[in-house]
Protein backbone atom coordinates (compact mmCIF):
# COMPACT_ATOMS: atom_id res chain seq x y z
CA UNK A 1 0.00 0.00 0.00
CA UNK A 2 0.76 3.53 -0.57
CA UNK A 3 1.05 5.38 2.75
CA UNK A 4 1.23 9.03 3.58
CA UNK A 5 2.67 9.76 7.67
CA UNK A 6 1.98 13.31 8.71
CA UNK A 7 4.08 12.89 11.88
CA UNK A 8 6.82 15.98 12.98
CA UNK A 9 8.83 13.94 15.57
CA UNK A 10 11.34 12.95 12.43
CA UNK A 11 12.61 9.79 14.63
CA UNK A 12 8.98 7.81 15.01
CA UNK A 13 8.32 8.94 11.32
CA UNK A 14 11.35 7.56 9.74
CA UNK A 15 10.73 4.23 11.92
CA UNK A 16 7.57 4.10 11.19
CA UNK A 17 8.44 4.73 7.21
CA UNK A 18 11.61 1.89 7.76
CA UNK A 19 9.00 -0.89 8.70
CA UNK A 20 6.81 -0.25 6.13
CA UNK A 21 9.27 -0.55 3.43
CA UNK A 22 10.56 -3.69 5.35
CA UNK A 23 7.14 -4.92 4.38
CA UNK A 24 7.36 -3.69 0.96
CA UNK A 25 5.18 -0.53 1.34
CA UNK A 26 5.61 2.52 -0.42
CA UNK A 27 5.40 5.49 2.22
CA UNK A 28 5.77 8.95 1.90
CA UNK A 29 6.83 11.12 5.18
CA UNK A 30 5.47 14.94 6.06
CA UNK A 31 6.62 16.87 9.10
CA UNK A 32 3.76 19.28 9.44
CA UNK A 33 0.20 19.92 8.61
CA UNK A 34 0.88 21.64 5.47
CA UNK A 35 2.99 19.71 4.00
CA UNK A 36 0.74 16.50 4.76
CA UNK A 37 -2.23 18.40 3.20
CA UNK A 38 -0.36 19.02 -0.06
CA UNK A 39 0.93 15.86 -0.46
CA UNK A 40 -2.35 14.37 0.01
CA UNK A 41 -3.63 16.98 -2.42
CA UNK A 42 -1.51 15.90 -5.46
CA UNK A 43 -0.53 12.28 -4.52
CA UNK A 44 -3.03 8.71 -4.05
CA UNK A 45 -2.69 7.05 -1.19
CA UNK A 46 -4.26 4.05 0.82
CA UNK A 47 -3.77 5.07 4.07
CA UNK A 48 -2.83 7.91 6.07
CA UNK A 49 -1.05 8.31 9.38
CA UNK A 50 -1.49 11.30 11.00
CA UNK A 51 -0.47 12.69 14.22
CA UNK A 52 -2.48 15.20 16.02
CA UNK A 53 -0.08 17.51 17.61
CA UNK A 54 1.73 19.03 14.68
CA UNK A 55 3.28 22.54 13.39
CA UNK A 56 1.62 24.94 11.12
CA UNK A 57 -1.55 22.82 10.87
CA UNK A 58 -2.51 20.55 13.38
CA UNK A 59 -4.31 17.07 12.83
CA UNK A 60 -7.51 18.03 13.88
CA UNK A 61 -7.32 20.69 10.99
CA UNK A 62 -5.86 18.21 8.35
CA UNK A 63 -8.24 15.52 9.04
CA UNK A 64 -10.96 18.51 8.84
CA UNK A 65 -9.48 19.75 5.15
CA UNK A 66 -9.13 16.49 3.60
CA UNK A 67 -12.26 15.40 4.14
CA UNK A 68 -14.03 18.91 3.47
CA UNK A 69 -12.55 18.98 0.09
CA UNK A 70 -13.41 15.71 -0.97
CA UNK A 71 -10.65 13.11 -0.17
CA UNK A 72 -11.93 9.92 1.66
CA UNK A 73 -8.78 8.23 2.27
CA UNK A 74 -9.01 6.11 5.19
CA UNK A 75 -6.82 7.90 8.24
CA UNK A 76 -5.25 6.32 11.65
CA UNK A 77 -4.80 9.12 14.02
CA UNK A 78 -1.48 8.93 16.73
CA UNK A 79 -2.65 10.47 19.63
CA UNK A 80 -1.35 10.95 23.34
CA UNK A 81 -2.28 7.84 25.75
CA UNK A 82 -5.71 8.61 27.33
CA UNK A 83 -6.34 11.85 25.56
CA UNK A 84 -10.12 10.78 25.12
CA UNK A 85 -11.27 13.99 23.89
CA UNK A 86 -9.05 14.31 21.44
CA UNK A 87 -9.81 11.05 20.08
CA UNK A 88 -13.30 11.68 19.84
CA UNK A 89 -12.42 14.62 18.42
CA UNK A 90 -10.46 12.91 15.65
CA UNK A 91 -12.66 10.32 14.67
CA UNK A 92 -15.42 13.04 14.17
CA UNK A 93 -13.89 15.22 11.97
CA UNK A 94 -13.38 11.95 9.70
CA UNK A 95 -10.57 10.63 11.29
CA UNK A 96 -11.29 6.09 10.76
CA UNK A 97 -9.37 4.81 13.85
CA UNK A 98 -6.59 6.11 16.06
CA UNK A 99 -3.41 4.43 17.65
CA UNK A 100 -2.27 5.66 21.39
CA UNK A 101 1.62 6.17 21.72
CA UNK A 102 3.73 4.66 22.70
CA UNK A 103 2.60 1.55 20.56
CA UNK A 104 4.17 -1.57 19.10
CA UNK A 105 4.94 -1.71 15.21
CA UNK A 106 2.93 -5.25 14.97
CA UNK A 107 0.09 -3.06 16.15
CA UNK A 108 0.48 -0.25 13.98
CA UNK A 109 0.84 -2.28 11.03
CA UNK A 110 -2.35 -4.42 12.09
CA UNK A 111 -4.29 -1.13 12.61
CA UNK A 112 -3.13 0.53 9.40
CA UNK A 113 -3.78 -2.86 7.24
CA UNK A 114 -7.22 -3.19 8.90
CA UNK A 115 -7.95 0.74 8.13
CA UNK A 116 -7.16 0.71 4.98
CA UNK A 117 -8.56 -2.45 3.64
CA UNK A 118 -11.93 -1.06 4.81
CA UNK A 119 -11.74 2.01 3.12
CA UNK A 120 -13.42 4.55 2.37
CA UNK A 121 -16.76 3.97 1.38
CA UNK A 122 -16.74 3.73 -2.44
CA UNK A 123 -17.31 6.84 -3.79
CA UNK A 124 -18.60 5.83 -8.18
CA UNK A 125 -16.89 7.59 -10.60
CA UNK A 126 -18.95 10.45 -12.02
CA UNK A 127 -19.81 10.07 -15.62
CA UNK A 128 -19.87 12.75 -18.04
CA UNK A 129 -21.07 13.26 -21.54
CA UNK A 130 -20.85 16.27 -23.36
CA UNK A 131 -21.85 19.27 -20.87
CA UNK A 132 -24.02 16.92 -18.47
CA UNK A 133 -22.73 15.33 -15.20
CA UNK A 134 -24.19 12.66 -13.32
CA UNK A 135 -22.88 12.45 -9.57
CA UNK A 136 -24.18 8.75 -8.97
CA UNK A 137 -22.59 9.22 -5.11
CA UNK A 138 -24.66 12.84 -4.66
CA UNK A 139 -27.68 11.92 -6.54
CA UNK A 140 -26.70 14.81 -8.71
CA UNK A 141 -27.35 15.68 -12.19
CA UNK A 142 -25.47 18.76 -13.59
CA UNK A 143 -26.05 20.15 -16.90
CA UNK A 144 -22.83 22.91 -17.54
CA UNK A 145 -19.54 23.14 -16.63
CA UNK A 146 -19.10 20.76 -13.02
CA UNK A 147 -17.06 22.74 -10.35
CA UNK A 148 -13.32 21.82 -10.27
CA UNK A 149 -12.64 18.95 -8.33
CA UNK A 150 -9.57 17.50 -6.81
CA UNK A 151 -8.53 15.34 -9.62
CA UNK A 152 -8.96 17.92 -12.19
CA UNK A 153 -6.41 20.10 -10.31
CA UNK A 154 -3.70 21.39 -13.13
CA UNK A 155 -1.09 21.29 -10.29
CA UNK A 156 -0.96 17.34 -10.32
CA UNK A 157 0.25 17.62 -13.76
CA UNK A 158 4.13 18.70 -13.43
CA UNK A 159 4.51 16.78 -10.68
CA UNK A 160 3.39 13.45 -12.32
CA UNK A 161 0.54 12.47 -9.60
CA UNK A 162 -1.60 9.89 -10.63
CA UNK A 163 -4.24 12.13 -12.64
CA UNK A 164 -6.32 9.04 -12.69
CA UNK A 165 -9.76 11.16 -13.70
CA UNK A 166 -9.17 13.79 -15.44
CA UNK A 167 -11.58 15.30 -17.26
CA UNK A 168 -12.03 13.74 -20.66
CA UNK A 169 -12.96 15.86 -23.87
CA UNK A 170 -14.69 14.99 -27.10
CA UNK A 171 -12.93 17.69 -28.72
CA UNK A 172 -9.54 19.30 -28.06
CA UNK A 173 -8.59 22.37 -29.25
CA UNK A 174 -5.29 22.24 -32.02
CA UNK A 175 -2.21 24.22 -30.11
CA UNK A 176 -3.03 26.94 -32.50
CA UNK A 177 -6.39 27.57 -30.86
CA UNK A 178 -5.33 27.30 -27.45
CA UNK A 179 -2.34 29.77 -28.39
CA UNK A 180 -4.56 32.12 -29.93
CA UNK A 181 -6.88 32.22 -27.06
CA UNK A 182 -4.00 32.82 -24.41
CA UNK A 183 -3.03 35.73 -26.34
CA UNK A 184 -5.82 37.27 -26.85
CA UNK A 185 -6.16 37.67 -22.81
CA1 LIG B 1 3.55 15.62 17.27
Do not use: W
Request: glycine share 6%; with cysteine; proline share 7%.
Amino acid sequence: MRVLIIEDEKGMAELLKKGLEEENHRVALAFDGLEGLELARVYEFDAIVLDLMLPKVDGFEVARRLRHSGNQTPILILTARDAVPDIVKGLDLGADDYLTKPFSFEEFLARLRTVARRGSAPRPTRLQVADLTLDPASHQAIRGRPSATKRENPSCEPRQAPCSSLPSRTTVPGREALRERRGSK
